[in-house]
């Protein structure tokens, strides 16, 4: 598994998160399993200039063809060592088009989502959802109907372990999972995201739930994407498969910027429609969690929620454009009234952050890419291949997934 390029590879990702410290709530680093030795020693060093850090990501660029690694590999290594540098660029002052920097970090080139895409939401939203009153106001109402009464809100730890339970055992149909493989669950914890989950190496993960979420509707989607056969479910099964097994150790680490990401995404935003067939969710959610909480499942409103989940999909583009209009220098009050008309919000979320504001991008493109493949006829088993083989954004444009 040792191998000093290697070595170094995480050393740059490392040193990359420990300037993004000191600018940024956010970390560069999602996970990290790797030697133990290698943060201490970036941990107890100076920190490394990022024009320095510039140069050796040129260098491992320019060593990666002597180490021999399989094509496939070094194509991988390749796109995330671009998207260390564009990184280590930015932290060195430089500045890139929306479109070159999205392209450089995440592989894949957005553009300008057309309006009509969102249009088409809207109307999908009004034609599912019945009642009189603004969309924003039947839309409310509908989603009240699925709200953990507040006085059950000690309740919601047990639900989310009841949910968990479900969702890991249709995961086990899927995919095999190692056997010492756990989720450690915090519920009720200040976050701005609806939940996290921080991969901690050896099978583990803790989750974090944020303490204002409580609709349970909701709830399996959520911890689909976050655990059962979502992100927990990928990292484990990367972890064995090419960290273990084939000694992969560039898997010991995850940037959040990065091709790898976009990827992760579109695993976690697809998760649930793989061990749940449309409609098969609320059917689960009326029989093992709505009564527990005295929800009566037949004085909810029935409406199409496949066209509800189709335009909740279509608008994820919404906030790739508000980015590309914060880039052009657009009024910050035109950018809210535009969020505003298609998200009955205006909650700017990572677009707040100059470092991670081209995050959004992998909720819909990595959704996107990752689904054109599950239309497929042999959809489970290129599920199964997402969640443990190493793959960049750029190959699935291609005709058929590569091989190694």
């Known amino acids: 598994m040792y191998n000093s390029w290697l070595e170094d590879y995480m050393l740059l990702a490392l040193r990359i998160d420990k300037l993004l410290r000191g600018l940024s709530d956010m970390p560069y680093i999602d996970y990290y399993y790797g030697p133990a030795g290698l943060k201490q020693r970036v941990e107890a060093e100076t920190e490394v200039p990022a024009g320095e850090l510039v140069e050796n990501a040129l260098a491992l660029a320019a060593a990666l063809p002597e180490q021999g690694f399989e ?85 919601l730890p047990q639900l989310v372990e009841r949910v968990f339970a479900g969702v890991r055992n249709r995961t086990k149909r899927l995919v095999e999972l190692p056997p010492e493989e756990t989720i450690e669950v915090r519920v009720n914890v200040e976050t701005d995201m609806g939940a996290a989950c921080w991969y901690k190496g050896g099978y583990r993960s803790e989750i974090e739930i944020s303490n204002a979420f409580s609709n349970l509707r909701s709830l399996p989607d959520l911890l689909c994407h976050e655990g059962y056969p979502g992100h927990h479910t990928e990292y484990v099964l990367k972890e064995r498969h090419l960290y273990r097994q084939r000694g992969y150790m560039e898997q010991a680490i995850g940037m959040i910027i990065s091709p790898q990401a976009m990827i992760s995404e579109g695993i976690a935003n697809n998760a649930g429609e793989m061990i749940f067939a449309p409609g098969e969710m609320d059917q689960w959610l009326a029989e093992y969690i709505y009564p527990a909480v005295g929800i009566e499942v037949n004085k909810i409103t029935q409406v199409d929620t496949i066209k509800l989940n189709r335009a909740r999909d279509l608008l994820e583009g919404v906030r790739c454009n508000a980015l590309f209009m914060m880039r052009e220098g657009r009024p910050e009050d035109e950018i809210m009234d535009y969020m505003a008309k298609y998200l009955q919000g205006t909650n700017l979320g990572l677009l707040d952050d100059s470092w991670h504001e081209c995050y959004v991008f992998t909720y819909y493109y990595g959704r996107q890419l990752v689904r054109s493949w599950l239309q497929k006829e042999d959809r489970e088993a290129i599920f199964r291949r997402f969640l443990v083989e190493e793959m960049s954004p750029s190959d699935l444009l291609q005709p058929e997934l590569p091989e190694d």
């Open 71 to 155: 094509a496939r590999r070094s194509r991988y290594l390749h796109k995330h060592i671009r998207a260390m540098e564009t990184m280590s660029r930015k932290l060195n002052g430089e500045r890139f088009s929306l479109e070159d920097e999205v392209e450089r970090c995440f592989d894949i080139r957005p553009s300008w989502i057309l309006e009509e895409q969102f249009e088409e939401a809207l109307a999908l939203y009004n034609e599912a959802l019945p009642g009189k009153g603004t969309l924003a106001r039947r839309l409310f109402e509908w989603r009240r109907q699925y709200q953990l009464p507040w006085q059950k809100l000690d309740m």
